[in-house]
């Protein structure tokens, strides 16, 4: 599945006051692989070096099959390829495979391996390998399944089963290629090169720019150069290290000073002082992002849809977007963010408006009409989420609704909404694939992995059209069934999505061609460091 959720972010901001915040599919692919240019440098790039990546968290698996967050997911995918890829703007491109073709029904994808592909371990690449990796995602499934209905996965056969791939899908699944670009679906070798899985996954072997030399779970992670990796030339850098530094000013200071190369993610206030600096250089580019408050509708008053409505016509998104994310993101309006095909952000009277009297009016026809109390539930250290629940906790209160804030650590969070101990709470959807369909999926099917976003939302026309987007092949049709999805989401409000902040990253000046996807991702194997 394409799409997965981001939790706990580290973007956090510097405090300010509560009233100055109220105030404020293709028959045929075959093309080269894409490589990155973020900072569009015309110098000549450069080998060697060590680049140090400075991030709020730890790599604490590398179990591709089994991770959902991105503090994992951005060192599996420097360890692990997928058949096909998205470049920056968020286009499928063939990459481990270096083409691919599909019949006239659309259901047999026969994928080419690059020629002389090899793992890091020099062993080469071969459809075995490749069907072994597949297979033991379907059988894991995990929090990023295939959803494609796979009927096979077998080696080509004559003179091309020794390097075809050919998938076999039951029906049609316009997604397919969308689904197959994320993380999960790396390649790694057949019968996990002789070890048992968690040998494997403790030091593991892929066909990435980068090959595992030491880690710390709690802790560093260590990156060397794949000396075997197919895209000559790369990587530049000699080796990449992740870095443990949890505190935001500590990040930035040590990214002025030099002891860090680049920052995995900027918090919004500093996004200007980072961008102007000499010595520093910001990355910023569109996300498949959106910041979102969600209701655990398992809750008698959030199960009433009255009450969800009241709320988000008692919601200032604007005033809330430009008084936490100092110009860095955009209102969102819709679920699906303009960043992704067959959004309906830019449609008009699509979100409920911001309307203070309209939130009474709905508040008084549902089961609460004078109101009650509640707990909005957010994960601690991250101020920008602390000053939206601030701005929340006020404009509830002028329509009948007490709001408690919690904050507790971002384990404990995870933890309690999973198992749908809150009320409601602040937290962000991230796409890792350019397809709507993953989107959808993650936070409005009650039968997927995450039960609509651990909201437990369920509506029969909504889950009519998510499948019947599936198999509807790109073009108006499909759109017009995406486009409804949003609306009756919109309207029936089981989250409300307030922004769509964009991907920041910083570097130090001497860093060139930092190549950032829109999931969030990064490239190692474009960035070079200047003599």
Not at 281 to 296: A, R, T
Request: charged share 20%; with cysteine; glycine share 8%.
């Amino acid at each position: 599945m394409p799409k997965r959720s981001r939790t706990g972010r580290a973007q956090r901001f510097a405090a300010a006051t509560a009233a100055t915040l109220a105030a404020a599919l293709l028959l045929a692919g075959c093309a080269p692989a894409s490589g990155g240019s973020g900072s569009g440098d015309a110098a000549k790039p450069v080998s060697g070096g060590q680049l140090k990546l400075g991030r709020a968290a730890a790599v604490d698996s590398l179990d591709l099959n089994q991770q959902i967050t991105a503090n994992n997911a951005f060192a599996i995918d420097q360890v692990f390829e997928p058949l096909v890829s998205f470049d920056e703007t968020g286009k499928i491109v063939p990459w481990l495979a270096e083409k691919y073709d599909i019949d006239q029904a659309g259901l047999v994808y026969t994928f080419t391996l690059r020629s002389g592909a090899k793992f890091s371990d020099g062993t080469p690449v071969t459809p075995a390998d490749v069907v072994f990796s597949l297979q033991r995602h379907l059988k894991v499934g995990g929090p990023l399944p295939l959803e494609a209905p796979i009927a096979s996965i077998e080696p080509g056969s004559g003179d091309a089963a020794k390097n075809t791939v050919v998938i076999t899908l039951k029906q049609a699944y316009t997604p397919f290629l969308s689904e197959l670009s994320g993380f999960a679906n790396g390649i790694f070798p057949k019968d996990f090169g002789g070890k048992t899985e968690a040998e494997f996954f403790t030091k593991p072997v892929g066909t990435g720019p980068f090959a595992v030399e030491s880690w710390d779970p709690n802790g560093d992670l260590v990156f060397t150069k794949n000396t075997h990796y197919w895209q000559s030339g790369k990587p530049y850098l000699d080796t990449l290290v992740y870095t443990v530094v949890p505190d935001d000013t500590q990040l930035q200071q040590q990214l002025t000073a030099g002891q860090i190369d680049a920052i995995e993610d900027v918090p919004a206030s500093a996004a200007k002082q980072i961008g102007s600096g000499s010595a520093t250089k910001l990355v910023k580019n569109g996300s498949w992002e959106i910041e979102q408050l969600f209701f655990n509708t398992q809750d008698p008053r959030f199960a009433d849809e009255h009450v969800r409505r009241a709320i988000a016509h008692a919601l200032d998104r604007d005033g809330i977007t430009k008084a936490t994310t100092f110009g860095t993101a955009e209102v969102a309006n819709s679920l699906i963010p303009p960043t992704i095909e067959y959004s309906a952000d830019a449609e008009k009277g699509i979100a409920l408006a911001f309307d203070e009297q309209a939130a009474k009016d709905e508040l008084a026809k549902s089961k609460y009409p004078k109101g009650f109390e509640t707990t909005l539930l957010i994960a601690s250290g991250n101020s920008q989420r602390a000053q939206i629940a601030q701005i929340v906790q006020e404009a509830l209160a002028k329509i009948g609704i007490t709001v408690k804030i919690e904050q507790i650590d971002l384990a404990a969070f995870r933890e309690r909404f999973k198992a749908y101990k809150f009320d409601f709470m602040i937290n962000s959807g991230q796409s890792d694939a350019p397809d709507p369909n993953g989107l959808v999926t993650f936070q409005a099917d009650p039968e997927g992995f995450s039960k609509s976003y651990w909201t437990h939302y369920t509506d029969a026309k909504v889950t009519e059209l998510m499948h019947e987007g599936r198999t509807t092949a790109d073009g108006d049709a499909r759109k017009k069934i995406y486009v409804e999805i949003q609306r009756i989401l919109a309207q029936q409000v089981p989250y409300i999505p307030l922004f769509y902040p964009s991907n920041l990253k910083a570097t130090t000046a001497k860093v060139h061609d930092l190549a950032v996807r829109p999931n969030g991702s990064i490239r190692f194997q474009d960035a070079w460091i200047a003599k």
